[in-house]
């Protein structure tokens, strides 16, 4: 496999490997020589599982089965906070380094090996998946692909790295209030955050129940189909995930805009983006001829988000904030224990509050197929920086990088992230759709990819 | 002068174990500050009894 085989999709590499002009083992190995080379630079892995993405290449080489196998010898990382047999699932933190080795892959890992992806490696997160920026004071910052002294944006930063830096070409993270879209906007990828309840979290570290999402990054939207097709299916170890018949979108993915109603929001994700930001998502809703409108009570969805995150994650953490309060990133530490003491009276009326917003949202449905929205409100920030200005008002970084993905993901609907190659820095869009109709999000933008409208940018490594 | 917030964080780390120390106060001060204001932009708008959340939340 030549260096430039590395940039190449995960289906590519799949039909290569099926039609045997490359076996798996090659592709894993120069897999592993690139993140030899690059992943010094970048930090986007914390693991790399060379013995056993080697065997497991071998095996899908040696399988009668493997033209059957949709992504065959694709090699994947997955954040880690996904369990991955023989490792301690370290969430990014100090203190579950102490944990024993998980006994059993994620559910999610299983699945795409199922259909012949490889697990080359853990990658970088911010600590305890708190986090927009990619930063992580234990493991040190995974670093943006286009411009190595800015964030990769978080918390799923070192997925975003690994597969904008061409070391792979499939990661899975997880979406709490846009920990999937914010990477994928800042390092120049596709990403997709699946509606709540649609992939399962089994066997992965937990941190706000209520609104916790896994998905994948790539740089095609059909590496997106093909990887979210092979993880669907119902699971009752997670007890958010829905019975929901298995909808597969690949062969969807052509079917183009035909019929498709497309609208762009304004108000609230209009206030604060940035010259670019706004550009942007002026350019791709000229493109498909999108119509305005306003999604209801965007900021205070916002703020019932924030406020169901701090305390839910505040209960999942709250021995660990009692016994060990010294081993956690103290940035995160004193946002949980801020929110240990808030009133519970306030947070049962954030979750009233979802329900009602979740109803009105869903009306806009009625008359529109997807709606439009900003992924981040600027490029990327430069590592380290604490403030950007927005509108004028100077606000801390790591909280406001994800002011237009929490009105989103709080009432769990899908999204497919796709990024515009903007010189020097990519940007990204938001493209939203009814729950369980992923497969509109991603044929949107399928049909913005044939048009070159997004593409994810190759970097200058 | 300490004020309502500071007396309510050294009350409320007391009566539920919370750990405390000087240096962390400001920053949770400031992330209070935040959550509450927040959380008060989200509980006064008026919602009617019957909003009730959703037990196990389907989107």
């Known amino acids: 496999m030549s260096e430039g085989f590395t940039w190449s999709t995960g289906s590519e590499i799949a039909q290569a490997v099926a039609a045997g002009k490359v076996s798996a083992l090659a592709v894993t190995e120069a897999a592993l020589k690139v993140i030899e080379v690059r992943n010094p630079v970048l930090n986007a892995f914390t693991s790399v599982t060379a013995e056993r993405a080697r065997r497991r290449a071998k095996a899908i080489d040696a399988s009668p089965d493997k033209k059957k196998l949709p992504l065959a010898g694709v090699p994947f990382a997955v954040k880690n906070l996904f369990d991955v047999e023989g490792i301690a699932t370290v969430a990014g933190s100090r203190i579950n380094r102490a944990h024993a080795p998980a006994k059993r892959d994620a559910e999610l890992i299983e699945r795409l090996e199922k259909a012949g992806a490889v697990l080359i490696g853990a990658t970088n997160m911010g600590e305890y998946a708190y986090d927009f920026t990619g930063e992580n004071m234990h493991d040190g910052p995974s670093r943006n692909p286009h411009d190595v002294t800015r964030m990769s944006g978080g918390s799923s930063g070192g997925s975003g790295s690994a597969v904008g830096g061409g070391m792979v070409p499939l990661a899975l993270g997880s979406d709490t209030n846009g920990s999937i879209r914010v990477p994928s906007s800042l390092c120049g990828i596709f990403g997709l955050k699946p509606t709540y309840g649609r992939l399962t979290r089994a066997r992965t570290f937990p941190f706000v129940a209520s609104l916790d999402h896994l998905g994948p990054f790539a740089r095609s939207v059909r590496d997106l189909a093909l990887s979210y097709d092979a993880m669907q299916g119902f699971d009752a170890d997670d007890a958010a995930c829905v019975d929901q018949p298995v909808a597969p979108v690949s062969p969807l993915l052509e079917r183009g805009l035909d019929g498709l109603r497309i609208a762009v929001a304004g108000g609230y994700f209009r206030k604060g ?26 900021a205070r969805a916002r703020a019932a988000a924030y406020v169901i995150t701090c305390t839910e994650g505040a209960a999942l953490h709250l021995n660990r904030l009692r016994r060990q309060p010294n081993d956690f990133d103290p940035a ?130 | 002068m300490p004020d309502k917030l500071d007396e309510f964080i050294t009350t409320a780390s007391a009566a539920l174990d919370l750990p405390l120390e000087q240096t962390w106060r400001p920053a949770i001060k400031a992330n209070l500050e935040v959550t509450l204001k927040l959380a008060n932009l989200v509980a006064e708008f008026p919602l009617p009894d019957e909003a009730e959340p959703a037990p196990v939340y389907k989107a």
């Open chain 1, 273 to 298: 983006a940035s010259l670019e930001a706004l550009t942007t998502l002026d350019g791709i809703a000229k493109t498909l001829n999108a119509r305005e409108i306003e999604i209801p009570e965007s």
């Open chain 1, 332 to 461: 995160v530490r004193d946002r949980l224990l801020a929110a240990a003491m808030v009133p519970a009276t306030l947070v049962v009326k954030a979750q009233n509050f979802r329900r009602w917003y979740r109803a009105r949202v869903l009306e806009l449905f009625k008359d529109c197929d997807a709606i439009l929205a900003p992924s981040t409100p600027v490029t990327a920030p430069k590592i380290g920086q604490h403030s950007f200005t927005l509108d004028g008002v100077e606000m801390p970084v790591r909280a406001n990088l994800g002011l237009y993905t929490q009105p989103i993901s709080f009432i769990g609907l899908p999204v497919a992230a796709v990024p515009v190659p903007l010189d020097p820095l990519p940007i990204g869009v938001q493209i939203i759709a009814a729950p369980w109709r992923e497969d509109i999000s991603l044929r949107i933008a399928y049909a913005l990819e044939k048009m070159g409208a997004v593409k994810a940018p190759r970097p200058k490594l």
